[in-house]
């Protein structure tokens, strides 16, 4: 399953991201990529960024495991 939203914030391995239904914690998996126009980690992310997650559902409803994100173009295209 992937998800669309917004990093809220980030701490280690997780990323907070608000999405259409709201928040959610993602825990980037062990090997996990995060992708960016140029090679990325978890540490490239900001509050404010747009990032689409494929992941597996965590332990709690609004948590999951990410085995890839991605960061998108902000929506007004900057």
Do not use: E, F, H
Request: proline share 6%; charged share 5%.
């Amino acid at each position: 399953m992937a998800l669309t939203g917004t990093v809220t914030s980030v701490s280690g391995n997780t990323v907070v991201i608000t999405t259409r239904a709201g928040n959610v914690t993602v825990t980037l998996a062990a090997g996990g990529k995060v992708y960016t126009s140029t090679p990325g980690a978890i540490t490239n992310l900001k509050p404010g960024d747009n990032i689409s997650v494929a992941s597996q559902p965590g332990s709690t409803g609004t948590s999951r495991t990410a085995s890839q994100i991605t960061v998108l173009p902000a929506p007004n295209g900057n």
